[in-house]
């Protein structure tokens, strides 16, 4: 089924270039384009030589690997002067000269203010991690930016454009002073493999260097630059900026391929009157059946479902029957803390998993480590993929001071692979948490519940809190936050779903993407929403939005339900209509 003047995006992979860098034990996370535009819901297609560029004809071409060998540019160049718009993250390097550019040096994290933004980041910076600057030798005809790059700091000198644009015949090139797809990856996984404790927090609010390996040991984010502080004096990380680096992505994908006049349709993050998702995880540490039961009595009291993440050796038998019944999703919580005797290697994590199923006679698909514990780069996901967890939930805080977007994001994510696995794609969702047991006496007070939510809302991803049952019944302030932040929650429009319903929904809305850069209508899962650009850059209308929402019998499942009008939103800082 085919979109008529459908834009086609492809991603550009010199697949010699990427072998060679593999090969010296590099890593290519620019390939993290393609999970950012599946999340996204934008179809693409993989080319890496002339005659797949020939065939393709993509209007929108982004760069992730290129050998920048004479011919390869000859052809890029090519490509953009018959009228495609080439994009760059901090490649291209050897186009420099040609385009009266010189490369700034720049070995530190740079702070952004990129053009298009959505207002979600309040006139805010946003960090990235890797930056080539290009700075102008001489200004060319056709030539313009958008943005600023700062040094070190919010505050720092202020060293270039976030983007050069340039024009070449009929098309353009867009050349980024940011790795965007390699700023996003850092910020959610890291730069490098855990090996060694995080450098922890001046104010004393985030002691990492306690001698247990953790997730938070990998956190890219300062600790002065990059938090904020309640009305009480609560720090938390308060900007989501991977994903909020996503959007600028996007946002400029799909203005780009509208200033063209092309429909660029994605499928919205969230299914029908669906605008943003909590999630409570209950991790079921001490195991006492009657805390269990305490909390299950509060949730079924605020009518919400939740992730039971249970440690060995768990509950007894009659508490699972009651939380299953219950409509709750059973889950594993991985024991890896040596203190209390627990291993970090896959055949203990076999063995716990084996056992909790064992107990439960549940299927278990999701998980998530005890304490955080978290070793290496991508052990733990390789360790789920062969045992069936197709979930992770094990990026999260686990101290007072480091609460909130501490990866960056509050999206469910595939995470990419280390060069020695060839950045594959991992097939284990990632759905970190932005805080434990609030209202804890040594963790932080509920002055944190609204900004958080408030800020996931902005970027519609999902508002996942974790609490331990054993302190809903002992601490009646952390029971009480608990029942805040479902209340809260449900004020703002957010639903409560399971990381089952999470994964199962990311699967189902994907499957309407093909590996041909063609969005698949007939795969559309119940409830499925269909987006397309209304105007793109400097307000050019995209021709085909009627013919599509009303039209054409090639179409029948873009019509508009009847009786229904035409509905607009912005997504991704741009207007577009729902079909």
């Given amino acids: 089924m085919l979109v008529p003047n459908r834009a086609t995006i492809g991603i550009w992979l010199d697949s010699k270039a990427a072998d060679k860098r593999w090969r010296y034990g590099l890593n290519v996370f620019e390939l993290y384009l393609k999970e950012i535009l599946a999340h996204a819901g934008i179809p693409y297609v993989m080319l890496g030589d002339r005659e797949a560029l020939e065939k393709a004809k993509p209007d929108i071409l982004l760069i992730a690997v290129s050998g920048e060998s004479n011919i ?50 309040g006139g805010r910076k946003l960090r990235a991690l890797q930056a080539k600057p290009w700075v ?93 502080f309640t009305g009480t004096g609560m720090p938390y990380y308060a900007l989501p900026h991977a994903d909020l680096w996503r959007e600028v992505l996007v946002s400029q994908v799909l203005r780009e391929a509208a200033s063209m006049g092309r429909l660029l349709p994605f499928v919205d993050y969230w299914p029908d009157h669906t605008e943003q998702v909590a999630m409570i995880s209950l991790d079921s540490d001490f195991n006492h059946d009657d805390s269990a039961l305490a909390a299950l009595e509060l949730l079924e009291e605020m009518d919400v479902r939740a992730t039971w993440c249970l440690i060995e050796p768990g509950y007894s038998k009659p508490v699972y029957e009651q939380v299953a019944a219950a409509g ?64 992770d939930q094990s990026r999260g ?99 409560f779903w399971t990381s089952e319903d999470l994964y199962r929904w990311e699967q189902a809305r994907r499957s309407m993407l093909s590996d041909d ?14 987006w397309v650009p209304v105007t793109g850059a400097g307000g050019k ?8 929402a009303h039209g054409s019998t090639e179409l029948p499942m873009l019509r508009e339900a009847s009786g229904v009008g035409p509905e607009t939103a912005m997504r991704f800082g741009v207007l577009c209509r729902r079909l």
């Fill in 72 to 121: 390869e540019l000859e052809q890029l160049k090519h490509y953009v002067k018959d009228g495609g718009i080439l994009i760059s993250y901090a490649g291209l390097n050897r186009m420099a000269g040609a385009l009266q550019c010189r490369e700034v040096v720049c070995r530190e994290p740079v702070y952004v203010t990129p053009p298009h933004l959505n207002t979600v980041a």
């Fill in 136 to 228: 102008r030798v001489d200004r060319r005809e056709g030539s313009s930016e958008g943005g600023y790059l700062f040094k070190g700091s919010p505050d720092g000198e202020q060293i270039a454009a976030a983007y050069l644009e340039f024009e070449l015949g009929a098309g353009k090139l867009i050349r980024w002073n940011v790795n965007i797809p390699g700023t996003v990856v850092g910020l959610q996984q890291g730069e490098r493999p855990v090996i060694e404790d995080g450098v922890p927090a001046p104010d004393g609010t985030g002691a990492l260097d306690e001698g247990i390996l953790k997730a938070d040991d990998g956190c890219m984010l300062d600790w002065a630059l990059d938090r904020e």
């Fill in 328 to 391: 709750h999703e059973l889950a594993f919580h991985y024991n890896a803390l040596a203190q209390e005797r627990g291993k970090w290697e896959q055949a203990e994590f076999n063995r716990q998993l084996d056992e909790i199923r064992c107990a439960t006679g549940a299927r278990i698909t999701a998980n998530k480590n005890h304490y955080t514990r978290f070793e290496g780069w991508g052990e733990l996901f390789r360790w789920c993929e062969d045992a069936g967890i197709v979930n």
């Fill in 397 to 495: 805080p686990s101290k007072k001071g480091n609460l909130g977007f501490l990866f960056g994001t509050c999206h469910p994510y595939f995470p990419i692979a280390w060069s020695d696995e060839r950045n594959r794609m991992y097939r284990v969702l990632e759905t970190g948490y932005l805080t434990p047991d609030l209202a804890y006496p040594s963790l932080a007070d509920t002055s944190v519940i609204f900004p958080l939510l408030n800020r996931v809302q902005e970027v519609r991803g999902v508002a996942h809190f974790l609490f331990h049952p054993i302190h809903i019944l002992q601490k009646p302030k952390v029971r009480a936050a608990l029942q805040q932040v479902i209340r809260e929650a449900k004020t703002l429009g957010y639903e």
């Fill in 517 to 530: 850069g063609k969005l698949h209508l007939e795969k559309a899962p119940e409830g499925a929403v269909v």
């Fill in 541 to 548: 209308a995209v021709t085909g939005v009627e013919e599509a």
